[in-house]
Every structure is written in C-alpha cells, then in structure tokens.
C-alpha cells in the first residue's frame, strides 16, 4: 500500500503538481523540514494542506529535483522511512547538489499524514547561500 502513496507523492513533487500533492495529502497533513530558519527558506513545520502546498511551492522556487533514489528503506504499521539520494538544481545558480537525506511519511489510510525530512541542511544552506 505505501509504495503507491509513495509514488504518486514523488511523482507530484517532482512535475511541482500541487493538484496531485494535494490529493495524496490529509487534510490535516504536517510536514516538518528539519533545518536552520531563517537560511533554509522553507525550514520549519508546516500545517495543513494549504500550507503544505506553500511550503512545496518554495522549495520549487529555490531547487529543482533531478532525481530522487530510494537508498533505504523501513516500513511499519502506518508509516515507512525512506533513505535517499537527492539530486537538485538551485535555479538561481545553476549548481547541482547531491545529499542524502531520511524520509518519515505516516499514513492515514491513502493519503500521507506526515512528512518529515532529516536533510543534510548545511549542504542546502551552503547550496542556497552562494545563490
């Protein structure tokens, strides 16, 4: 079951859908992007599907994802976590960034309920801040 969530989920991000996004959502859905505030321009916890919605609009404003390879993988009873390999483009440089980074998704029925990230934030600010 949670493959399917999982693909529809990277699948929105990554054509920067949020029709799609928000249909694999809760309403209630909370995303929390573990870096500095402040540097990071969409660091913090976000709550709510239109907030959630805006929090993945800034992200697409600053990176464009290139690729997204599942590395590792934990599942259990209502949610999964993901280890991946991320490759972005920051559009305001043109520079490539590749970091790993851990995914926690929880899942109420069809929809992703909570999205967690465990970046390698330094690595984005660093990516950011010589934008």
């Not at 054509?15 to 969409?42: E, F, Q, S």
């Not at 959630?52 to 290139?66: D, G, K, M, P, S």
């Not at 690729?67 to 490539?96: K, N």
């Amino acid at each position: 079951m949670s493959q399917a969530i999982l693909d529809r989920w990277y699948a929105a991000l990554k054509a920067g859908d949020a029709g799609a996004l928000a249909a694999v959502t809760t309403d209630d859905v909370t995303v929390r992007w573990n870096g500095p505030p402040g540097i990071v321009p969409w660091a913090g916890v976000w709550e709510g599907r239109s907030k959630v919605v805006t929090f993945f609009r800034r992200v697409a404003e600053h990176l464009e994802i290139l690729s997204i390879e599942t590395v590792g993988r934990i599942e259990g009873e209502g949610g999964v976590v993901i280890v991946l390999e991320g490759h972005w483009r920051v559009r305001a440089s043109g520079d490539e960034l590749k970091v790993r980074a851990v995914n926690l998704f929880r899942f109420e029925g069809e929809r992703v309920a909570t999205y967690e990230v465990y970046p390698d934030s330094y690595a984005f600010a660093k990516a950011l801040a010589k934008a």
